[in-house]
């Protein structure tokens, strides 16, 4: 059994003391920071990077992605218990969550969360180990011309789940892909766009643009309003079993969210976001009579979204890990972290690197299970957190994105980049145009363009090799069909009201 | 003519410039052929799709049916005040070192919020500095210059 092999040598490497430790460490440094409103699994990721440059590149990633969930998880404790979603994801738990808060409900609200995460996250893992070896070799019958043709599937994908305006959406999307090819290109050697800055010519920072534009954006747009009485049930958390009737309301909901989570997450442009809308949609609609109603505290209502995240977070690595391509922007992070950590993700870390690769799959499910022992009985710290004033929070924020962006080259124009992204990220906060599709199309960039030349090279220029080879022709069916589907009148109108329902 | 979705309306000219900048600029490079793409061809290509994007944003902002979108205001004080401590943290980390670098970094920024203590201030910079310190400096062993230039052997 191939299965029982790979999992054992991943195992062997996570269980290891330094990486169960590292794992632990990104679980909780993840959680504390995720907690914090306003901060989503981005910008935690984006400012904790820092922290694993001295490590070893395996451990590294087993850090980050520990980061990554806790962060997630540290998210849907706010919106439990403050009612102030910690990034676009948990905005669904806020509804029903929150409410169970409001009737003294919040610790099983809280349980209900972290078991059916937990439960979702075991089931990824497996979906991710099963699926990592087909896709693999799948990825390798791509050529340039189907690598072009997925990013713009991806991208497109990416898009249609933004809320707000397509158009808005796609131009961010070139807009990202332009920032992106700033810096050297690799087969004339020119310095683009570097005005004869010599920083520039290694190209803009990744990690200064998602800080900029997540973080420093985040926090001007914070201090605009005055900081009013936040309602936290920091004394009433309750009991964290949940009672019978709970228990029998969520399994078959944590059942569903998972399953549909695990679903979305593989798709391009798909992940936790898209996972947890649907799921709180579905619930919704094949629950009869449902008593409370949803939006008032109804278990279901926290279970499924609560599951569908994270088995949306789980799957949405197999596009990543297998073929290089990250189908959201937090794995577009997690690509310019291997990347720093000279590790080029595509098909071939499988076979030449199994055990970083195996070792980052079984400490998923490790960082799963850490992350129940960790919060159930660690709540109290964290609503704790949630108590200190936004005005000494804000500060140690950009202490700790500064030094970030600094150490990433010990270079202090990198710092000033950040804070012009930062203008850049306020100035698209005021005119409503989001930001995660920017960063999505920054990383893929370089990509595309390399994956283009080749193309176009292999076919002498001719620009239908797109459409003649079978593989890359239904990529490019799947993305027109997407565009298609959006854009039609009734669909386009299902979907604002889906976007305002949550709102 | 009449604006009638501001926001959509300042987007699609922040679009149209910045493609028309990546398409003006990319004119220096060479553009290549299709089957042999210099530097300049792909960026040039973008850079007319997002001047396009830009333009039908824009237009439709004009529409009898686009959506109210008032820009809301903008506030310059915690926008340069954060952007600026920033800054300021850039320019005086090397000169400086980094305890000098973090207490503007706190101070500056503080100075954006709607409250200001310097006790707490106080205390928060001392507080970050020790724990900056420890994770940083002694815990990762980074090399960031800790005290001011003229101090260091």
């Known amino acids: 059994m191939d299965l029982i092999n790979n999992l054992t040598l991943g195992f062997s490497t996570a269980l290891s003391l330094s990486n169960l430790l590292y794992a632990f460490i990104g679980a909780l440094i993840g959680t504390l920071i995720g907690v914090l409103p306003g901060i989503g699994p981005i910008a935690t990721l984006a400012m904790l990077l820092p922290t694993t440059y001295a490590l070893e590149p395996t451990s590294a990633?087993?850090?980050?992605?520990?980061?990554?969930?806790?962060?997630?998880?540290?998210?849907?404790?706010?919106?439990?218990?403050?009612?102030?979603?910690?990034?676009?994801?948990?905005?669904?738990?806020?509804?029903?969550?929150?409410?169970?808060?409001?009737?003294?409900?919040?610790?099983?609200?809280?349980?209900?969360?972290?078991?059916?995460?937990?439960?979702?996250?075991?089931?990824?893992?497996?979906?991710?180990?099963?699926?990592?070896?087909?896709?693999?070799?799948?990825?390798?019958?791509?050529?340039?011309?189907?690598?072009?043709?997925?990013?713009?599937?991806?991208?497109?994908?990416?898009?249609?789940?933004a809320s707000g305006s397509l158009v808005k959406a796609i131009a961010m999307i070139v807009l990202g892909l332009l920032l992106g090819l700033v810096g050297t290109d690799v087969n004339s050697g020119v310095a683009r766009y570097s005005f004869d800055i010599p920083e520039l010519a290694d190209g803009i920072g990744f990690v200064g643009v998602a800080m900029g534009v997540f973080g420093f954006a985040e926090i001007i747009a914070n201090l605009e309003q005055k900081e009013g009485e936040r309602l936290v049930f920091t004394d009433k958390v309750g009991k964290l079993w949940p009672n019978r009737q709970e228990f029998f309301y969520a399994i078959p909901a944590v059942l569903r969210g998972t399953a549909l989570g695990s679903v979305l997450g593989v798709l391009p442009g798909g992940g936790a976001l898209l996972a947890s809308f649907a799921s709180y949609t579905l619930e919704k609609k094949i629950t009869r009579n449902p008593d409370p109603p949803f939006g008032q505290g109804n278990v279901r209502g926290v279970a499924a979204p609560e599951s569908a995240n994270n088995a949306g977070a789980q799957t949405s690595f197999i596009p990543m890990l297998t073929l290089g391509i990250p189908p959201n922007a937090v794995m577009a992070l997690m690509v310019g972290a291997m990347t720093i950590h000279n590790i080029q993700p595509g098909?071939?870390?499988?076979?030449?690197?199994?055990?970083?690769?195996?070792?980052?799959?079984?400490?998923?499910?490790?960082?799963?299970?850490?992350?129940?022992?960790?919060?159930?009985?660690?709540?109290?710290?964290?609503?704790?957190?949630?108590?200190?004033?936004?005005?000494?929070?804000?500060?140690?924020?950009?202490?700790?994105?500064?030094?970030?962006?600094?150490?990433?080259?010990?270079?202090?124009?990198?710092?000033?980049?950040?804070?012009a992204f930062g203008l850049l990220g306020y100035v698209f906060y005021k005119l409503r145009c989001e930001p995660a599709p920017l960063i999505l199309g920054f990383i893929l960039g370089p990509m595309m363009e390399e994956n283009l030349r080749r193309a176009m090279l292999l076919s002498r220029g001719d620009p239908t090799v797109f459409f003649t080879r079978p593989l890359s022709l239904t990529l490019l069916v799947m993305a027109a069909a997407l565009v298609v589907i959006v854009a039609l009148p009734q669909i386009s109108r299902r979907r604002e009201e889906a976007f305002q329902e949550v709102d | 003519m009449?604006?009638?979705?501001?926001?959509?309306?300042?987007?699609?000219?922040?679009?149209?410039?910045?493609?028309?900048?990546?398409?003006?600029?990319?004119?220096?490079?060479?553009?290549?052929?299709?089957?042999?793409?210099?530097?300049?061809?792909?960026?040039?290509?973008?850079?007319?799709?997002?001047?396009?994007?830009?333009?039908?944003?824009?237009?439709?902002?004009?529409?009898?049916?686009?959506?109210?979108?008032?820009?809301?205001?903008?506030?310059?004080?915690?926008?340069?005040?954060?952007?600026?401590?920033?800054?300021?943290?850039?320019?005086?980390?090397?000169?400086?070192?980094?305890?000098?670098?973090?207490?503007?970094?706190?101070?500056?920024?503080?100075?954006?919020?709607d409250q200001f203590r310097l006790r707490d201030v106080v205390l928060l910079t001392i507080l970050l500095a020790l724990l900056v310190l420890a994770v940083f400096i002694w815990g990762l062993g980074m090399t960031i210059p800790v005290l001011p230039a003229f101090m260091q052997d």
């Open chain 1, 61 to 161: 990633l087993i850090m980050l992605a520990g980061i990554y969930y806790g962060a997630q998880y540290g998210g849907s404790t706010t919106a439990i218990l403050v009612n102030i979603p910690g990034e676009s994801s948990s905005v669904v738990t806020c509804i029903d969550g929150y409410q169970m808060a409001r009737r003294g409900r919040a610790g099983s609200a809280l349980a209900v969360s972290a078991l059916g995460s937990f439960f979702a996250g075991t089931v990824g893992t497996l979906i991710i180990a099963t699926l990592a070896g087909p896709m693999v070799e799948l990825a390798f019958k791509f050529g340039p011309a189907e690598y072009f043709s997925l990013m713009v599937l991806g991208l497109i994908g990416a898009v249609v789940l």
């Open chain 1, 347 to 419: 098909p071939q870390v499988m076979s030449s690197n199994p055990s970083l690769f195996w070792g980052l799959i079984a400490s998923m499910w490790i960082g799963n299970l850490m992350l129940v022992i960790l919060n159930l009985p660690l709540i109290g710290i964290w609503v704790q957190l949630l108590k200190v004033p936004y005005r000494l929070l804000y500060p140690a924020i950009l202490v700790f994105c500064c030094i970030g962006v600094y150490t990433i080259n010990n270079n202090s124009f990198d710092v000033s980049i950040t804070a």
């Open chain 2, 2 to 113: 009449q604006i009638r979705n501001a926001q959509d309306f300042w987007s699609g000219v922040l679009f149209a410039a910045f493609g028309a900048f990546f398409i003006i600029f990319a004119r220096e490079y060479d553009m290549g052929s299709a089957a042999r793409m210099g530097p300049a061809f792909f960026p040039t290509m973008l850079g007319g799709l997002l001047v396009l994007l830009g333009i039908l944003v824009g237009a439709r902002s004009l529409a009898a049916g686009a959506g109210d979108g008032k820009i809301s205001r903008f506030h310059f004080k915690p926008l340069l005040l954060v952007l600026g401590a920033v800054i300021a943290f850039g320019v005086l980390l090397r000169p400086g070192g980094l305890l000098v670098a973090l207490a503007a970094l706190v101070g500056i920024s503080s100075l954006g919020g």
